[in-house]
């Protein structure tokens, strides 16, 4: 045989092909396993397959025994369950709608029955009317006359209401074998002696279950869900939930959906005369037909961590990621920013703000979410009573910035070494000069007092800043501030010198609050002359180290070549 | 010319050395041509190209036209040319063009050069293609 060892370490079929032939050719044998017309390399060509699937198949096995590089999502469904997360096999695109009760008596909106159509290029889609998950409010469904309310309505492709399931007792559980299902839509009640009763769902066991405690546990499975009850009846320990007796039927109800194929659709229509659809034309979004993988990546370790706690910021994270009620693209952190207030402009302490982006929204183009949209009131009733004693959890409006690169390569050194984007550093890894932080969408919000009408602060990226000792005019560094005055002429002011006395801005009514961190954006506007901020930018040289943090949500983009 | 050896296109088990059979020489190398000639393209792993699946084409060549052939005839050419680097194509012919409906078979002869031979020494192998 051949002296020359075979290399193990190629995983090619090319390779394992020319190790083997490397392997047979030899004086002593003289096989024409080097033409490819010849039996021989026939033969070795079925070696080489042979040891290439084995390899492949050790290679798969290994990837997907592990969180990190698991690729198919049965794999990410048996990991995640020691970690306590779920992943939906589906979700419903879902529309915020609000109506408006135009009529003298009550309106009631039917769980699971109350529907609208809406419709996407030309077909019509059906969307369905839901009560949030382990909602017991009776009014949550209800809008008195002449009031105004937001209803979340779910893409629905098919209903199931009451249908009674087929109960492991013993076990105390049962499937639902239907992937299309949305998990948030799934309402599981039991006719116990005494009636109809809702079971709440819970993520974990704590010390406040009992054995009298209506809970259900929802699990991810191959084939759809499993859901528990918490009172096993072969098991050591304490149930943490009431077990469902052999007398007692239980009910689902849930919605299936189409997905994604149910966002984009628009013009909602079909409730009653007295109900009028205020925002008709929202589009729906949200929809999923697949869970993302690196979702389930980011959310499901850090969901074991937080234990359904609010404590740190990644509690926060997860907490908002986990009601579904944000789309976010594959890395959810560049749609939620939740920071301490320490960090922020104010710089007063107990409270935890949190700003988000919704990639659903704006055609798929993203959009941060106002104050007013519904979906930050629904987080922050959720959060309620979860948040630590002794501190408020607070919506800011998000800072919309565009993260210019100039050329292809930033972006990737940015992506790559910055897993937060725009929440890091940037080194002097990274050349600056190609990067160029804009904005020219500035909500009300953002500003201290009531800027622009009675002056005061205007608080432009407060964790933008450089960290250059010297001036920013010295460094080649810029930070202009783009702004008509109250002739409506478009001015441009430079924030030229970091010196404590003559920091500033060139141009009319502009000066940098020297009470806050010299190279911190933070400007003080004369309202005299100052009418309206039509955008701020800010130029790093080679070297420059800039921060742009918290509040500030933003998606890189590349222009030019 | 060079020692070619290759396994017996049938593995079949020499009775002597109770080994398997080998062929050698100017039989291998017509081994090896059947070989790229009957084998289908997209048949050999990771080699799409390697072929000319002249097993399946019975029906095709009974009633093929010329330009059709001459085809099939630089297909086979550049195959045995690339994967046979022994010898050089020549040429390939229908030996039974008049009588394939009655023979039931399409009997192609292969010409081509022993490259290592002295004179360059023409040989031919003789392939026979039945419908199945």
């Known amino acids: 045989m051949s002296t020359q060892p075979i290399q193990l370490g190629s995983l090619d079929f090319n390779d394992i092909k020319e190790n083997l032939k490397s392997f047979l050719s030899n004086p002593d044998n003289e096989l024409d396993v080097d033409f490819d017309g010849s039996i021989a390399n026939t033969v070795v060509d079925l070696l080489s397959y042979n040891t290439l699937y084995y390899a492949f198949y050790s290679n798969m096995l290994m990837n997907e025994s592990f969180f990190d590089s698991a690729q198919r999502v049965e794999s990410l469904i048996s990991l995640s369950k020691p970690l306590g997360y779920t992943i939906s096999h589906r979700n419903a695109s879902t529309a915020t709608l609000t109506l408006t009760n135009t009529g003298t008596t009550t309106k009631t909106l039917a769980p699971y029955n109350t529907s609208i159509s809406g419709v996407k290029n030309g077909i019509g889609y059906t969307f369905i009317y839901v009560n949030p998950v382990n909602d017991t409010d009776t009014e949550t469904n209800q809008l008195t006359p002449q009031e105004t309310k937001n209803f979340k309505f779910y893409q629905s492709s098919s209903v199931i209401i009451n249908s009674p399931v087929t109960v492991d007792y013993t076990n105390q559980k049962f499937n639902i074998n239907n992937k299309k299902l949305d998990p948030r839509t799934l309402r599981v009640q039991v006719n116990e002696a005494d009636g109809l009763k809702d079971y709440t769902r819970v993520t974990n066991t704590n010390s406040s279950l009992s054995a009298s405690s209506r809970v259900y546990y929802i699990e991810t499975s191959r084939n759809g869900y499993t859901i528990y009850f918490g009172a096993p009846r072969e098991t050591e320990g304490l149930s943490v939930g009431r077990g469902v007796g052999e007398t007692e039927t239980v009910f689902i109800s849930y919605v299936s959906s189409s997905g994604s194929g149910g966002n984009g659709t628009t013009n909602f229509t079909g409730l009653d005369n007295e109900t009028s659809i205020i925002n008709s034309g929202t589009v729906s979004g949200g929809g999923y037909s697949s869970p993302n993988i690196d979702v389930v990546k980011f959310a499901a370790p850090r969901n074991f961590v937080g234990g359904g706690r609010l404590v740190s910021i990644a509690d926060y994270e997860v907490g908002i990621l986990n009601t579904g009620l944000v789309t976010t693209g594959s890395n959810p952190l560049n749609s939620i920013s939740v920071y301490g207030s320490n960090s922020a402009a104010e710089q007063t302490p107990g409270k935890v703000f949190f700003s988000l982006f919704d990639t659903s929204l704006n055609s798929g183009a993203g959009d941060s979410l106002p104050v007013t949209n519904s979906v930050v009131s629904e987080i922050q009733t959720n959060f309620a009573e979860e948040v630590m004693l002794g501190t408020t959890f607070e919506y800011k409006e998000p800072l919309e910035v565009d993260i210019t690169f100039t050329s292809n390569s930033p972006v990737e050194s940015f992506n790559r070494l910055f897993r937060r984007g725009f929440n890091q550093t940037f080194t002097s890894n990274l050349n600056a000069s190609l990067i160029k932080f804009e904005t020219t969408k500035i909500p009300v919000r953002q500003s201290f007092s009531a800027f622009p009408t009675s002056g005061g602060r205007f608080d432009f990226k407060n964790k933008i800043f450089t960290q250059l000792e010297e001036d920013f005019a010295a460094s080649g560094a810029t930070f202009t501030i783009t702004y008509t005055d109250t002739s409506v002429t478009e001015l441009v002011g430079v924030l030229y010198n970091k010196t404590s006395t003559s920091v500033g801005i060139t141009g009319n009514g502009v000066t940098l609050d020297i009470s806050f961190d010299h190279n911190t954006g933070r400007f003080v506007l004369d309202p005299l002359k100052v009418s309206q901020v039509k955008g701020i930018t800010l130029y790093g040289m080679p070297g420059t180290e800039i921060k742009v943090k918290d509040e500030i949500l933003a998606n890189p983009k590349i222009t030019g070549s | ?132």
């Not at chain 2, 050395?17 to 790229?36: C, G, L, M, P």
């Not at chain 2, 009588?99 to 081509?112: A, E, F, P, S, W």
């Open chain 2, 1 to 132: 010319m060079a020692k070619a050896t290759d396994f017996n296109f049938k593995f079949e088990t020499n009775t002597f050395t109770r080994d398997v059979s080998i062929s050698k020489d100017t039989r291998a190398i017509n081994q090896s041509i059947t070989n790229i000639l009957l084998t289908r393209k997209n048949e050999k792993p990771f080699t799409p190209g390697f072929g000319v699946g002249l097993e399946s084409m019975y029906y095709k060549m009974i009633n093929m036209n010329m330009s059709d052939f001459v085809f099939l005839v630089e297909d086979a050419r550049i195959n045995i040319n690339r994967y046979e680097p022994r010898v050089s194509f020549s040429d390939m012919e229908i030996l039974n063009q008049d009588t394939i409906q009655d023979d039931g078979n399409v009997q192609l002869l292969v010409t081509y050069t022993l490259k290592s031979s002295k004179n360059n020494k023409i040989d031919n192998v003789k392939i026979v293609i039945q419908e199945n």
